[in-house]
């Protein structure tokens, strides 16, 4: 699974992790406007449900930082739109 951006395409996480339901899919990417950092990138998906996705905009200093932080996002995301959603 990949998206095209502005700096290239992101291609995302072959596993995944599981939350309420969400099949969380990641990925990083360097980014452009800090060398050396990386931002995270999400997708998380439900059948019967709309993808819910994002870019982080703050860099971070490693791949493994800005997955975690990716990963992390997309839970507290799923959970909002779950308490919501009832």
Avoid: C
């Amino acid at each position: 699974m990949h998206n095209s951006t502005d700096g290239g395409e992101i291609h995302y996480s072959t596993h995944h992790e599981e939350h309420r339901g969400y099949r969380i899919y990641w990925a990083s990417t360097r980014s452009q406007s800090e060398q050396g950092k990386y931002l995270g990138h999400f997708r998380a998906m439900k059948d019967g449900e709309s993808t819910l996705r994002a870019t982080l905009g703050k860099p971070l200093e490693t791949e493994s930082d800005a997955k975690n932080e990716a990963v992390d996002f997309a839970k507290a995301k799923i959970d909002e739109v779950t308490e919501a959603n009832g």
